[in-house]
């Protein structure tokens, strides 16, 4: 937003419009290599490669688009609206919380199906999650049935790389929203009202995973074998047992950050055989990974701890 | 988009200002023993701030969270849906998969850690001792405070002990501290219960006896705010129930639900389905007595001699609007539609708003009870002749024989109906109370209805000019 407000000064000095111009264009050249770099070398697995940014970039069109149409329905979007899409796309994108979240979801997609390939390891439906569906206990069964009915959808769209925008954690939908709204030309005020109305949190996709991996109890530990669980239900357990958010227990699950899931199971509480079984199911481990039979849970959990405010320093 | 709601734990609703104003018991249970009253600002922080934020961007939430009681760990999801502002401006609590749980901490030493600061923040008084446990310093924080403070300007390194009395205590004094620490004490000049902590100030190494003490004095309840209304003129025996009986009964009810409720809803295990149900009966056996308990003592309080209302302007829309906000969970459980007619500021009473209020949400919650699931409720107010104007709900329940109307607002009547929501709750004294309500505000309450026909009910109030 910074760069924004810089811009809109530097044009009311003409002479300055030309030297930010060239500022900008210059600092774009001297990024383009290492990203290039960086996209080029990890051919394989990275946690960010080409299909991640399409699905990044797919989402917030999709996103975007929504806000466009403001709860009209996207068939109310004219062909002619595509210059006030991208510049909403644009909006979108600097939102740092929002991009986090983005890409998480662009990475658990992709980490799904490189899992179905590997281990024939459903994504929607795993065979933990059949047991739930089949659970005595009844809340937990009824909201086993949602979270499926949820993953199903949440696979589908991932595949058209969409993302509705009802399906956002309450803050990032209200700044979506509030990106919407302060369009230069306002869309319907009563349908982005209606789109307020009708939110709620608790039907989202990864609301209904905590409600079920809240309402399993002390079963949550069944989440910890990776083979059963599946990664959403995985990284949804590995979060409430570690005490780390969900979405780094989903980059942990990614082959680059397998140092950081041996610390999450072992915040979870798991012993070193425990973690080599699922490490192997993961991502290989290095030779590092007696070290860990070293660190005790409540050490494990301090270092993520340490882990994340590094993380949002840099951020 | 509507879940099924068959495994929430627990509800609660909130208003503007984020008070509690209803709760299940469990909800009420840790309300209370996170140090709230029911209704009464929300006093779980977890919950508080959840709230605050589901209030702010006007979005529902559903977040997991888990509180500390005191005891134990709790522990569950919550969904926060925020009411717009015709609705009061509040929040829905639906708490879902309740769990309690041993506090996690890490060792008992981390507690005794946690409930010393607690102890050291919520003490009003705070003393520093010598090895002989004589006082060397003394803090007071609250006004009743000060007649200890006084007396040991009297007596300068008196011993702790003989100027605050410790009545569970006989020995003579000083006694080892380990026996004297957490005993109850009474501190002179204040009419509180008090708790007395001795915390030793160790020498460096430890092992020896203490260099010296802390030592915190704890109300165990706040200080009585001044009365801001004259007290009324009643004899003091005329007041039993709502002066001595309905705090003393309050709590061993609520603990009755309570532990009722954690059988029924098989919190501390499974059990034969059988037990759950008696275990309801018993739940509701004790919300039933809790009810007639304030009713018992709202009754006493209506009845007194001197009983008198304020005289305010009342706007009646906006009445039966809040009243219709506080009922709307339990009217959505029936699928029982409220309708207010009017629009706020057209119909201005001269009564007492809270008193207004609580005739609406007894009439309104009776016309609940009696209609038929999936029926509507109808509240309009309206300008009558000679200078009054009215608030008439109208349900479309089975109504009420001729005969019966005559006697329906006589003491423990029981309106005479079954009730359509299941077991009848009621006292016998909500449409009674409520008439004299009427009647002190200048008022009347009266009711048309004909079998088969649905009940009428009509508040008269004088017009405010």
Same mark, same amino acid.
């Given at each position: ?89 644009? *909006? ?45 206990? *009844? ?45 230069? *030309? ?130 | ?99 309690? @749980? ?5 060792? @008992? ?22 090895? $002989? ?116 009964? $309050? ?83 029936? $699928? ?126 004088? $017009?405010?000019?």
């Amino acid at each position: 937003m910074g760069t924004f407000s810089a811009d809109h000064a530097a044009q009311l000095r003409p002479g300055h419009l030309l030297a930010a111009e060239l500022a900008r264009s210059q600092r774009a050249a001297v990024a383009t290599l290492p990203v290039l770099r960086h996209l080029l070398a990890s051919d394989g697995p990275s946690l960010v490669s080409e299909a991640v940014v399409a699905r990044v970039r797919g989402m917030l069109r999709d996103l975007a688009t929504q806000l466009h149409a403001g709860g009209r329905g996207l068939a109310a979007v004219s062909e002619h609206a595509a210059p006030e899409i991208d510049a909403l796309v644009v *909006q979108l994108g600097v939102h740092e919380a929002l991009l986090a979240h983005i890409h998480t979801l662009a990475l658990e997609s992709q980490l799904a199906e490189r899992f179905e390939q590997r281990l024939s390891l459903d994504p929607v439906l795993s065979p933990l999650l059949q047991e739930l569906i089949a659970s005595d206990d *009844q809340a937990v069964a009824e909201l086993a049935m949602n979270v499926l009915a949820a993953q199903t959808r949440f696979m589908q769209s991932q595949r058209r790389m969409e993302l509705p925008l009802a399906e956002l954690p309450a803050d990032l939908f209200r700044t979506a929203l509030q990106i919407g709204a302060n369009r230069d *030309q306002p869309g319907s005020p009563a349908g982005l009202a209606a789109l307020m109305a009708s939110y709620d949190e608790a039907a989202t996709r990864l609301a209904l995973l905590e409600r079920l991996v809240v309402a399993m109890r002390r079963a949550v530990v069944a989440c910890l074998a990776f083979d059963r669980a599946g990664l959403a239900l995985f990284a949804q357990g590995l979060a409430a047992l570690a005490g780390m958010e969900r979405a780094g227990a989903i980059h942990a699950c990614h082959e680059q950050q397998s140092p950081r899931l041996a610390l999450g199971l072992r915040a979870a509480g798991l012993d070193l055989a425990g973690i080599e079984r699922q490490m192997l199911l993961i991502a290989a481990p290095g030779g590092w990974l007696a070290d860990i039979a070293e660190i005790t849970p409540q050490q494990a959990r301090a270092r993520l701890g340490e882990l994340d405010a590094i993380a949002l320093e840099r951020g | 988009m509507e879940q099924a709601e068959s495994f929430v734990a627990a509800r609660g609703l909130t208003d503007e200002r984020d008070r509690l104003l209803i709760a299940d018991t469990p909800l009420a249970l840790l309300q209370e023993r996170c140090g709230g009253s029911l209704p009464g600002t929300l006093a779980i922080p977890e919950l508080l701030e959840q709230v605050q934020h589901a209030r702010a961007i006007g979005l529902r939430i559903a977040r997991a969270f888990s509180a500390f009681d005191g005891e134990d760990m709790i522990s569950g999801f919550v969904r926060i849906n925020p009411r717009g502002i015709e609705a009061g401006g509040g929040c829905e609590l639906l708490v879902e998969s309740w769990q309690r @749980s041993p506090a996690a901490f890490a060792s @008992s030493h981390a507690l005794a850690h946690y409930l010393d600061a607690i102890d050291r923040a919520s003490a009003e008084i705070t003393l520093r001792l010598d090895a $002989r446990q004589h006082v060397q310093t003394i803090g007071v924080l609250s006004a009743d405070g000060a007649g200890l403070a006084d007396a040991l300007a009297a007596q300068p390194g008196a011993l702790w002990s003989d100027l605050i009395a410790l009545p569970d205590i006989a020995h003579r004094r000083p006694l080892h501290w380990r026996l004297l620490d957490g005993a109850a004490c009474e501190v002179p000049g204040s009419a509180r219960n008090w708790r007395a902590r001795l915390m030793p100030i160790a020498e460096y190494g430890g092992g020896r006896e203490p260099l010296g003490f802390e030592l915190l004095l704890i109300a165990d309840e706040p200080l009585a705010e001044e009365a801001a209304l004259p007290a009324p003129a009643t004899r003091e025996d005329s007041r039993l129930f709502a002066r001595t009986l309905t705090p003393a009964l $309050r709590q061993p009810l609520t603990r009755i639900a309570a532990n009722a409720e954690t059988i029924r809803a098989r919190l501390a295990g499974p059990l034969h389905q059988d037990y759950c149900h008696y275990a309801a009966t018993i739940a509701n056996a004790a919300q039933h007595l809790a009810g007639l308990l304030d009713d018992l003592a709202d009754l006493e309080v209506v009845e007194a001699p001197g009983f008198t209302t304020l005289a305010e302007e009342v706007d009646l829309v906006d009445a039966a609007r809040k009243a219709v906000g506080i009922l709307g969970v339990r009217a959505r459980d029936r $699928r029982i539609a409220l309708h207010v007619a009017g629009a706020d500021g057209t119909v201005l009473a001269r009564a007492e708003f809270r008193r207004v209020l609580q005739i609406l949400i007894n009439l309104v919650s009776n016309a609940i009870a009696y209609s038929p699931e999936g029926s509507a409720v109808w509240i309009s107010a309206v300008t009558t002749e000679n200078e009054r104007v009215a608030v008439i709900v109208r349900d479309e329940g089975p109504g009420i024989s001729a005969e019966r109307v005559l006697r329906i607002f006589e003491k423990f009547e029981r309106l005479g109906r079954d009730s359509a929501g299941g077991s009848d709750k009621g006292s016998g004294l909500g449409l009674y109370i409520a008439r004299l309500l009427a009647h002190a505000m200048g008022g009347d309450l009266s009711v048309i209805s004909r079998e088969g026909e649905g009940a009428s009910f009509m508040l008269e109030l004088p $017009r405010a000019d």
